[in-house]
């Protein structure tokens, strides 16, 4: 048979190639030892001693059974011809149409798919014929559980995301809900998450894609439906991890390009308590004021990702002068239960002059601090970050603001002076400020002795002798 050759022993019938290897993984049966065969593309066509059996080679099918008496001869021309000793029969194939449409209403796609390869028409119509073929057993699939190869086709295909999640009804958002001409299986337990599984590989393929081809797109009406598209595939892929992959929830929302849909993601983030993950999604969005409520409200719980005052002060870190409002109003509450923490707020984020989120304007700060506590000030303005122990160390700068940040500006040096004075007045470590003042007058070449010398009582006599120096 052209360049291959077909082995039979009993019921079974072995195809090899030229050089007398098997061309299929299994073998052909038959329902009794066939006494004459042969190959009818894309068809197998055996007497049997009763009966005539018709299969196909790939996929093996059974198609079709033929009752003749004592059937004995098999020839082929333009049809098939079968004989006994006193008759003849012709078989004669239903055009690829029929053969299609029956084939696939018995589910039989693949087998369907090699006929569709066969049809002769325009490539439009061969086009739709094996898209509606292999869409239709991509659905087969999926009815059957087999997630993966399921859709491993739609891919192939270009379905559209959208289509694709639809099979999932609990994913996609109400606005883009539809009724489908098929019926959606009801998934649960360790199916739906296979399924899941399934669908993180399929979006996860459409995202870079779509990423990919992204650009500067002068169709208005294009970036627009591209936006909306890139949105539904990361909000479902949260959604997805959320309940299958955990750990690749907070990398989705840290990711600079993500396009999770905000209310979506919210809900979905509150129903499955996942509060850390909440205040990235806030953070992503630049909901800030959303995320340090949820902070403040979870700080106070006795346990959780969120307890405590540390994951506020880390996020009023990563916020910049653009949002020193927000800044000032939820530093209070740390800045009078935790000090030493609090002040990190302010001096921390600005160590690296290169950090993204940038300096926030000393002068603001410093009468912020002021109105909170004029201690707290002081530590910021010196950068005696050590609060606590009340210890003046000494390295090389003297002070946090003025000499580590380069600051020569000479109201902010009248100021830490006049901080200095105030404190000592008060009673508050006197010995630590006095000594620290005297140190800063003998030091700092930027105040304004004049504005300062009158402010100063006559019983701080070495102060008052430095100022009238300079």
Not at 299 to 307: F, I, N, Y
Request: glycine share 4%; net charge negative.
């Amino acid at each position: 048979f052209g360049h291959f050759s077909l082995l039979g022993k009993d019921e079974m019938t072995v195809i090899v190639n030229a050089d007398g290897k098997p061309t299929q993984k299994h073998a052909t049966m038959w329902s009794e030892p066939p006494l004459v065969m042969e190959y009818y593309h894309p068809y197998l066509i055996a007497i049997l001693p009763s009966l005539v059996e018709i299969r196909s080679i790939e996929p093996k099918v059974l198609v079709q059974t033929i009752q003749l008496p004592h059937p004995k001869y098999l020839a082929l021309g333009r049809s098939v011809f079968v004989a006994s000793s006193n008759a003849i029969w012709r078989l004669v194939a239903k055009p690829l149409s029929l053969q299609i449409e029956q084939f696939m209403s018995s589910s039989q796609f693949e087998l369907s798919l090699r006929l569709a390869e066969m049809i002769d028409d325009d490539d439009e119509k061969k086009f739709e014929c094996l898209y509606d073929i292999q869409f239709k057993f991509a659905l087969h699939l999926f009815t059957k559980h087999r997630f993966e190869e399921s859709l491993r086709i739609f891919a192939r295909l270009d379905t559209g995301p959208i289509e694709v999640i639809g099979l999932f009804p609990a994913l996609l958002p109400k606005s883009h809900t539809k009724q489908y001409d098929y019926r959606v299986p009801v998934l649960a337990g360790a199916e739906l998450e296979k399924g899941y599984l399934a669908l993180i590989e399929y979006l996860m393929e459409k995202r870079n894609l779509q990423k990919k081809s992204t650009g500067n797109d002068s169709d208005v009406d294009l970036a627009s439906y591209q936006r909306d598209l890139s949105e539904i595939i990361d909000t479902t892929l949260l959604k997805c991890y959320v309940e299958v992959k955990e750990s690749l929830v907070g990398p989705l929302l840290k990711h600079p390009d993500n396009n999770c849909h905000l209310q979506e993601s919210e809900r979905t983030l509150i129903k499955a308590e996942k509060w850390s993950d909440l205040v990235l999604l806030y953070s992503s969005k630049r909901e800030h004021a959303k995320a340090l409520k949820l902070l403040i409200e979870k700080a106070h719980q006795k346990s959780g990702s969120l307890s405590g005052h540390t994951r506020t002060v880390e996020y009023l870190q990563n916020l910049g002068p653009d949002y020193l409002d927000l800044i000032f109003e939820y530093s209070k509450w740390i800045l009078k239960a935790h000090q030493f923490d609090g002040l990190k707020i302010f001096t921390v984020r600005n160590e690296d002059p290169r950090s993204e989120v940038g300096p926030l304007p000393v002068e603001k700060v410093v009468k912020f601090l002021k109105e909170v506590n004029k201690e707290i000030a002081i530590k910021y303005l010196v950068g005696k970050l050590d609060f606590l122990t009340r210890v003046v160390t000494w390295f090389c700068s003297q002070e946090h603001v003025i000499h580590e940040w380069r600051y020569k500006t000479p109201d902010l040096h009248n100021e830490l002076i006049l901080l200095y004075l105030f404190e000592i007045q008060e009673n508050r470590f006197v010995e630590d400020y006095r000594e620290q003042l005297m140190s800063f007058l003998e030091n700092s070449e930027s105040y304004k002795a004049a504005t300062l010398i009158r402010r100063f009582p006559p019983d701080f006599r070495h102060e008052r002798a430095l100022l009238s120096e300079n």
